[in-house]
């Protein structure tokens, strides 16, 4: 806009200057006059339409890169926020997993006659009300944070301690028969070689699936 009055001061100060000198030539005619004052107009206005032109794309181009900066902070600010949650799901992960193994490792105990049923009802309650272990918050994030492959090893975990869970009913119930009726659920008896083999193999697979998990999460992070 200031080019644009710049050139009408111009035009004002040829209009002027050959205004005067065109009155002191005789031989220079009227219509040479308005002729040349037309050109000079002419020319005013389409200088100060170029400089509008340049000053519209100017601020366009402004915007442009005003808005590509914007977008490039949401989407970084989003990564890191993902990074962040992704990396909170592996560390309840690792202690759902771990509890997992210690859970299993209780059953195996019981199941070799190591433990009392009374001293197995102990432990596990203890492992129960483990504070680290939240399951409610691993889900939400599961759910809005984790990758197909994520929801797919999580949902294997579940499925082999489901299995698990079978196997180590029939522990139970076995370590549940006392040999003495004054002291229930004190004694121990091992359970057979073929339902340990089983829990064993049980567990083993818990323990490989929770390692999996760690890794596709972990993957995750780092893509």
């Not at 190591?114 to 759910?143: H, K």
């Not at 004190?186 to 049980?202: A, C, H, M």
Request: aromatic share 6%; charged share 20%; proline share 2%.
């Amino acid at each position: 806009m200031s080019e644009w009055l710049d050139g009408c001061v111009v035009l004002a100060s040829v209009v002027v200057r050959t205004t005067v000198e065109g009155g002191a030539k005789p031989n220079v005619t009227w219509l040479q006059t308005y002729g040349q004052l037309i050109g000079v107009a002419i020319g005013a206005v389409l200088t100060g339409a170029v400089a509008l032109l340049l000053a519209i794309m100017n601020n366009r181009s402004s915007d442009r890169r005003l808005k590509f900066q914007q977008d490039h902070d949401l989407q970084r600010d989003r990564q890191r926020m993902t990074r962040e949650r992704l990396e909170e799901l592996y560390v309840l992960a690792g202690h759902w997993t771990l509890s997992l193994e210690l859970y299993g490792f209780l059953g195996l105990r019981l199941a070799r006659g190591q433990l009392t049923y009374a001293d197995y009802l102990l432990l596990q309650r203890e492992q129960a009300n483990n504070p680290q272990v939240q399951m409610s918050r691993m889900d939400l994030l599961l759910d809005v944070y984790g990758s197909q492959e994520v929801s797919e090893a999580v949902a294997k975990v579940r499925d082999l301690r489901g299995e698990f869970n079978k196997l180590l009913t029939r522990v139970e119930n076995l370590s549940k028969i006392s040999g003495d009726s004054l002291t229930p659920y004190l004694t121990t008896n091992p359970v057979n070689e073929v339902l340990y083999t089983k829990i064993d193999d049980s567990v083993t697979a818990i323990v490989q699936a929770g390692r999996s998990l760690l890794e596709t999460i972990a993957t995750q992070i780092k893509s």
